[in-house]
């Protein structure tokens, strides 16, 4: 066993087994009943020297969600900043945050009661954090390692770095028409750590468990994200989609 507590103790930066590059995805959000609550897409491109991943969703209720996050995969991935922009009546806070991840500095400007907030805090970022990279990350892991660990910060007005624990679990079958794919799934366990790591199951904060399947081959896709959004926030479903002929007006008729 202490090989196995020793190892998922650890937090290494992930190397590079896929090249991210220039791609548009098309997503969709959905409530814990499948009903599709937000709609977006998953842009990426490939600069000279990093690469940016761009992922927006519009929700039904006039809700709107971005994220913008920058990354370097020379050898291994690292993460050079992260910026989320959260508003509207589907979330609890209404929030923009940045990290810089190359200097540690974290920049939270949030909105309670009418008042606006600014918050600057600097944490020691370990080189493996993961903010934004997520989906990129887990397709890249190898899926014989029994546990992989990296970290992430917990943004809030109060931010922390905490552990995300990758666990392979057993494999899924999707399809496309009359063709099945297999795809790999992943649990991802919240590892506050300290203090706080001990009470948040007891007050009801820790945070919930995040799956993702991918599908597998030489080019492994995601298919699905299964998790919250935001801190204290609903688990979601978050798929591909399908674009659909014609405008959205056309769709009403």
């Known amino acids: 066993m202490l090989p196995l507590l020793f190892s998922t103790s650890l937090a290494d930066q992930i190397p590079v087994r896929h090249q991210e590059g220039v791609s548009l995805g098309f997503l969709v959000l959905r409530n814990e009943a499948g009903e599709p609550i ?22 039904n209720d006039g809700s709107y969600y971005e994220e913008i996050t920058k990354f370097t995969q020379h050898g291994v991935f690292r993460l050079l900043s992260d910026e989320v922009l959260q508003r509207g009546p589907s979330f609890k806070q209404q929030m923009k945050s940045w990290i810089d991840a190359t200097s540690g500095n974290i920049t939270v400007r949030s909105t309670e009661k009418g008042k606006e907030k600014v918050l600057i805090k600097h944490l020691e970022l370990p080189p493996d954090v ?12 190898d899926p014989s390692a029994p546990v992989t660990s990296v970290s992430m910060v917990a943004v809030s007005t109060s931010p922390r770095v905490v552990k995300l624990n990758f666990s392979p679990q057993p494999q899924g079958i999707f399809h496309v028409g009359p063709i099945p794919y297999k795809a790999q799934r992943y649990q991802v366990k919240i590892e506050i750590g300290g203090i706080k790591g001990k009470i948040a199951p007891l007050l009801g904060k820790q945070p919930a468990d995040i799956h993702l399947w991918l599908i597998k081959s030489e080019a492994p896709t995601f298919v ?9 926030g609903p688990v979601w479903n978050m798929e591909l989609a399908d674009p659909q002929e014609g405008s959205p007006r056309d769709q009403k008729k």
């Open 38 to 59: 937000a709609y977006g897409d998953l842009q990426q491109v490939a600069e000279k020297d990093h690469v940016m991943s761009d992922m927006k969703f519009k929700f």
């Open 130 to 141: 993961a903010n934004g990279m997520i989906m990129i990350l887990a397709k890249n892991l």
């Open 224 to 232: 699905k994200y299964q998790g919250q959004l935001f801190e204290g």
